[in-house]
């Protein structure tokens, strides 16, 4: 039996994605130690990485799932089926969480019974000083700015997401795992968020790497993801088809809400 209310965010698993990063794993693995709120569980799916990565994942204590199908899609969607926790957060293996954003997440998901999916910020934490933080607010604001109305409502950033683990289940069966070329997060925004409304945390704060702006190669597939995933979906989540969509979904759940108990609207 799932528990609602504020006891839903009692347990926090943590699930990082990896392939040949054992350095990157090391340093995240020891930053989620050394959280004020520790996870209850950490789990690391290894997709077919040839360095120590796995060594580094069991000797600090983490679960490893192994997800043989190569893609960020089907190794963070394994990681989220193996979750055992009521609060599923998920981070890259090169990215820092600050010291308080398990505890951010946790409290906020508990505040917040009536909100399943959970969205953070992030900053830059290597690269040229002078440039972390201007090219981490052109990085994100243009992400959130090109997609928010592509989707009809705020995208989720796999650097720093939260999902309770019934709002996964109800989606685990139709987001796209099989595609390596796909964009994980912005695939899971659209399925999460037809059904429930994507809330940003305040003070969740998360480092990431400025490994996407390493090379204009590197840069450009991660704007090819992008635009796959977006074609993908239509034409059913085409913008005008998907905002008229939500708006009844939206309006269908508050008549709910405000009809009388024991009537359905």
Known sequence: MTIEGPQAAASVSVVIPVKDDADGLRRCLRALAL???????????????????????????ATVVRCEHPGIPAAAAAGYDAAASDLILRLDADCLPSATWIAAMAAFAARRPDAAVFAGVA???????????????????AYAL???????????FGSNLGIRRDAWRSVSESVHRDDPELHDDLDLSFHLGEHHRIRLVPGAAMGMSMRPFASATSFRRR??????????????DFPP?????????????????????????
């Open 146 to 156: 090109v997609l928010t109305p592509t989707l009809g409502h705020l995208p989720l």
């Open 223 to 236: 704007l090819r993801r992008g635009m796959r995933t977006v074609l993908l979906h239509w034409p059913a």
């Open 35 to 61: 959280q004020s709120r520790t996870a209850d569980e950490i789990v690391v799916v290894d997709n077919g990485s040839r360095d120590d990565s796995v060594d580094v994942a069991r000797s600090a204590g």
């Open 123 to 141: 900053r830059f934490v290597d690269g040229p000083r002078w440039l972390r933080t201007p090219l981490a607010a052109l990085y994100l604001g």
């Open 241 to 265: 088809l998907r905002w008229a969509r939500l708006a009844r979904l939206r309006a269908r759940r508050l008549r709910s809400l405000r009809a009388p108990r024991g009537v359905i609207a």
